[in-house]
T-cell receptor, first 110, second 112 residues
Framework: QKEVEQNSGPLSVPEGAIASLNCTYSDRGSQSFFWYRQYSGKSPELIMFIYSNGDKEDGRFTAQLNKASQYVSLLIRDSQPSDSATYLCAVSGGYSTLTFGKGTMLLVSP | GAGVSQTPSNKVTEKGKYVELRCDPISGHTALYWYRQSLGQGPEFLIYFQGTGAADDSGLPNDRFFAVRPEGSVSTLKIQRTERGDSAVYLC??????????FGPGTRLTVL
């Protein structure tokens, strides 16, 4: 059974700091990796995806993938209070269906 | 443009009743997904449609759950003989082939 593991948190960081969110997955056949942000009471919103080993940067966000270690991470630089949300890691194999982790709650204090 | 819409936004029903949840995907998106999210959990995959057919229904928990997409656009998730354990937010997502999944606002189902 495919599993995606995340620390539930909450992860608390001060405004302006770097937030580091981590995720491990069990299925070595996973090919695509996603980070979704979910505000309380709202639906998930895609913020990053990564397919290849290494880093991918988009603005304040950097996704990192290490397939050998089955590890994905998301770094948020210059964290803002508006970044406070639950961050969901999701993986996909050959099909498009996503397997999600439970999410990590991030709290950014002003 | 319009995003994914889901109706109703909230549904309260009694144990043993039948419910239907509707999803209207983004126009032109051929892929449609249903997920279920319980409190404190990530979304859990239920079923995936490519066009009118169910390409993968391996996530449906049992035969009380059924979904259709007869014209390749709107989809309906049907739950028979509801149980309290079915209470959750039911999320629908759509995507173009191989593209990003866009989620709807969800339907919060409460089974009393």
């Amino acid at each position: 059974q495919k599993e995606v593991e995340q620390n539930s948190g909450p992860l608390s960081v001060p405004e302006g700091a770097i937030a580091s969110l981590n995720c491990t997955y069990s299925d070595r056949g996973s090919q695509s990796f996603f980070w979704y942000r979910q505000y309380s009471g709202k639906s998930p919103e895609l913020i990053m995806f990564i397919y290849s080993n290494g880093d991918k940067e988009d603005g304040r966000f950097t996704a990192q993938l290490n397939k050998a270690s089955q590890y994905v991470s998301l770094l948020i630089r210059d964290s803002q209070p508006s970044d406070s949300a639950t961050y969901l890691c999701a993986v996909s194999g050959g099909y498009s269906t996503l397997t999600f982790g439970k999410g990590t709650m991030l709290l950014v204090s002003p | 443009g319009a995003g994914v819409s889901q109706t109703p936004s909230n549904k309260v029903t009694e144990k043993g009743k039948y419910v239907e949840l509707r999803c209207d995907p983004i126009s032109g998106h051929t892929a449609l997904y249903w997920y279920r999210q319980s409190l404190g959990q990530g979304p859990e995959f239920l079923i995936y449609f490519q066009g009118t057919g169910a390409a993968d229904d391996s996530g449906l928990p049992n035969d009380r759950f059924f979904a259709v997409r007869p014209e390749g656009s709107v989809s309906t998730l049907k739950i028979q003989r509801t149980e309290r354990g079915d209470s959750a937010v039911y999320l629908c997502a759509s995507s173009p082939i191989g593209g990003e999944q866009f989620f709807g606002p969800g339907t919060r189902l409460t089974v009393l």
